[in-house]
């Protein structure tokens, strides 16, 4: 198992390769579906992004509510294929590392390589696991979206998978 540090260095993504595990800490954001398009159409018009991620993380997560005593509740990634659009754009500003589940088309594996960036994928149906790793929630922008607004998180040792490494080697293909 590999220790990794949100945000990510240079060194660190060079070094990870399709298929290893990693134990992640730090802070990322979260984001899904409505708020990437937000990002996306705010770029469209030449505006600022309400957060700068060069050099972060985005987790394709909507988390449940968190249950009285906890920090958050449920956490599991989502599909990442539904922020392909928006992705390639992300990773030009300098978005190193996005986390969800499942596939991601060949203009995203084109942009991971150009930009030197990573895919991470979190095990689907251990919602309850990734939530034990999450230490603090702050939210960041689009407090209307609900659970799918903005956040930022403090992760502990969340475990994840090297699913398309920098060199653009992929954990979906055989």
Do not use: W
Not at 51 to 62: E, F
Not at 78 to 97: C, I
Request: one cysteine or more; proline letters at 6%; a neutral charge.
């Amino acid at each position: 198992m590999k220790k990794i540090n949100f945000p990510i260095t240079p060194e660190q993504i060079a070094e990870l390769r399709t298929g290893d595990r990693v134990l992640a800490s730090g802070y990322l954001y979260t984001a899904r579906d409505a708020a990437h398009k937000r990002l996306y159409e705010l770029l469209q018009q030449g505006k600022e992004l309400p957060i700068d991620i060069d050099g972060q993380t985005i987790y394709y997560v909507g988390a449940a509510p968190a249950k009285p005593g906890y920090v958050i509740g449920p956490c599991g990634p989502t599909s990442s294929y539904r922020m392909d659009k928006y992705a390639p754009s992300l990773l030009d500003l300098g978005l190193k590392v996005m986390i969800g589940k499942g596939a991601r088309n060949d203009e995203v594996i084109n942009s991971i390589v150009k930009n030197k960036a990573v895919y991470l994928i979190a095990v689907g149906g251990a919602a309850a696991l990734v939530a034990k790793c999450v230490k603090k929630v702050d939210l960041i922008c689009y407090e209307d979206l609900g659970t799918e607004a903005i956040y930022r998180y403090e992760v502990e040792d969340m475990p994840l998978i090297v699913a398309i490494d920098p060199e653009g080697n992929n954990i979906y293909v055989r």
